[in-house]
């Protein structure tokens, strides 16, 4: 909660004496905390996790060379200053994920990048579903089963 909405990627645009007070998302919580401190955690985690994307870039020798860019998708890639760390880390350009192409929705919110990932695997069982005949979601594992085995496997991590 406090990375969606007070975080940033950013630490050095946060000044010093910015500061949040935990009580104000949790009534259970106590103290306050330094919003640039947050921030150079964001920044941080950010960076190692596009340097691990990178590594797997440099196995397929397309480090530095994708032609259209990075492209970022999920919550978290709208925090504040998330393009600019992707940019700097990937030395390429750096766009939101949006909109999968092939898309027509009257829902404005599916345009959101928390939904992309969500929208494009849609996207993906309606193709398998009209590229491969004889594919059939009905195959895939019953929603109500997994549900249910994950409901015993959580219980059974309770002592």
Sequence with gaps: KIKLQFGSA???????KQQLDLTDISDGEEGIVSLKHI????????EEIFEYIDKELQKIDRSGSLPAGVVLTGAAAKLPGM????????KLPASYGVKPSGL???????????FSVALGLTLWGS??????????LSRLPNMNDMSDKMKKWFKSLIP
Excluded: N
């Design 10 to 16: 950013l630490p050095h645009k946060i000044a010093k």
């Design 39 to 46: 921030a150079e955690i964001i920044e941080a985690r950010v």
């Design 83 to 90: 393009l600019d760390v992707a940019k700097r880390k990937f």
């Design 104 to 114: 027509t929705t009257t829902a404005d919110k599916v345009y959101d990048p928390s």
């Design 127 to 136: 193709e398998m579903i009209k590229q491969r005949p004889g594919f059939s």
